[in-house]
């Protein structure tokens, strides 16, 4: 299964580990607003913006957002 994980932080590197210790899903795309798309973080391609997830529709999401001030805009 695809999986979009929004954000590109820390708390999404912890996430991108358990998903691979899962083995199950295979992530697609980072969306962070923070980072360029682009940009390679935790190994992972920035695809776009938070603002860009209807882009995505259709694939499975995690929201790894770890800064409670910036969950409250999702």
Do not use: C, T
């Not at 697609?28 to 938070?50: C, F, N, R, S, T």
């Amino acid at each position: 299964m695809n999986l979009v994980i929004i954000g590109a932080g820390g708390h999404a590197g912890v996430i991108i580990d358990a998903v691979h210790r899962r083995n199950d899903y295979r992530i697609v795309a980072l969306l962070d607003d923070k980072h360029q798309p682009g940009e390679m973080i935790h190994g992972y391609e920035v695809k776009g913006k938070v603002s860009d997830v209807q882009k995505w529709m259709g694939h499975n999401y995690f929201i790894a957002v770890g800064d409670n001030s910036d969950r409250l805009i999702l």
